[in-house]
Each structure stands twice: as structure tokens, then as C-alpha cells.
């Protein structure tokens, strides 16, 4: 069963990818942690500058420093807060993650039927 996601601010029944409450009166901008798995509000801790940098964020659930996953800065229906590190910043969300390493299983599988299918073809 899907767990039932909350706003943190008037407790709002919100949908995962929402990216802004949908309570009038509230309007908070929200996101998917990947720490907590929760939806929650965020705060900037730490702007950014350079050309590569992103502006780090804290969760207001959990108080764990993150930053908005490259899918969601490129544009991308994603609204999740990738996990920040004291090395290199994870660039995706943990769903963006898993979408991706499925893509590649995929491709990976279907790589190797074919090659396979290559060998073991009838020759003429």
C-alpha cells in the first residue's frame, strides 16, 4: 500500500512529486527527501557559486543537507532532494537513481540477447 504523503506546514494531503502545496493558503514549495523518503519543506543552508556548484538544502523533517537532483534542475518532472555528502554530491534522487539503473539493466539484457542472437544465428 502506498504510504499517504502530507504538507509539513498544514498537513494537506499532497501528492509524492508535488512541488508546491496545493492548499491555498499555504503554497509551501516542497520536495521528495532522500533521506527521510518523506515529503517535506526545504531551506537553502548554503548558496552555491561557481559554474558546476549547487545550492545545498536542508530538509525541515529530517535537518539533513541535500541538493535538488540534476533531473529536477534540468527541467525534469522530479522534485527530490539528492543526498549530500562531505566527498561528490550524488547528482540524482534516489527515484531518479533507481529509474536509471533500471534503464540500464534493460539496455544492458537487451545488449547481450542480441549479441547472443548474432552468434547463434543460422548460418547460410
Known amino acids: ?15 509524492r512529486a508535488a512541488t508546491i502545496c496545493s492548499n491555498p493558503e499555504c503554497r509551501a514549495e ?3 527527501c ?4 518523506d515529503v517535506t519543506n526545504y531551506r537553502l543552508v548554503k548558496e552555491a557559486h561557481g559554474r558546476l556548484a ?5 530538509c525541515a523533517r529530517c535537518q539533513r543537507v541535500g541538493v535538488k537532483c540534476l533531473t529536477w534542475i534540468a527541467g525534469g518532472y522530479c522534485n527530490g532532494l539528492a543526498r549530500a555528502g562531505s566527498g561528490i554530491d550524488r547528482p540524482l534522487c534516489s527515484s531518479c537513481m533507481s529509474r536509471a539503473s533500471e534503464i540500464g539493466r534493460s539496455v544492458l539484457g537487451w ?3 542480441g549479441a547472443l542472437g548474432g552468434l547463434l544465428r543460422r548460418r547460410k
Not at 2 to 10: F, I, N, S, T
Not at 34 to 37: E, F, L, V
Not at 54 to 58: C, D, L
Request: proline share 7%.
Open 111 to 113: 545488449s547481450i540477447m
Open 54 to 58: 549547487r545550492n545545498q538544502y536542508e
Open 30 to 32: 516542497l520536495a521528495f
Open 34 to 37: 532522500s533521506h527521510c523518503c
Open 1 to 15: 500500500m502506498a504510504k499517504d504523503h502530507q504538507c509539513p506546514a498544514c498537513k494537506n494531503p499532497v501528492d
